[in-house]
């Protein structure tokens, strides 16, 4: 397990490189200024996908990001 800092180093460094640095900074106001329930929000946002469906979409995303490298 990671301490609490190497989770927010991480989290932010994942964040950047997916949105880029003005985008990830916009995320993190949007989530901020607003009351915010995680859980709800996901259900929104996955939808009817199963846990198996959203891990295969992001390891695709991944091999084809780092194939882009």
């Not at 990830?24 to 259900?43: G, N």
């Amino acid at each position: 397990m990671i301490t609490d800092e190497q989770l927010k180093v991480e989290g932010l460094k994942a964040l950047t490189e997916a949105l880029g640095d003005v985008q990830a900074e916009k995320f993190i106001a949007l989530v901020m200024r607003s009351r915010f329930d995680y859980t709800k929000w996901q259900k929104k946002l996955w939808g009817e996908k199963s846990v198996e469906e959203i891990s295969d979409a992001a390891m695709k995303l991944r091999k084809s990001k780092d194939g882009d490298s």
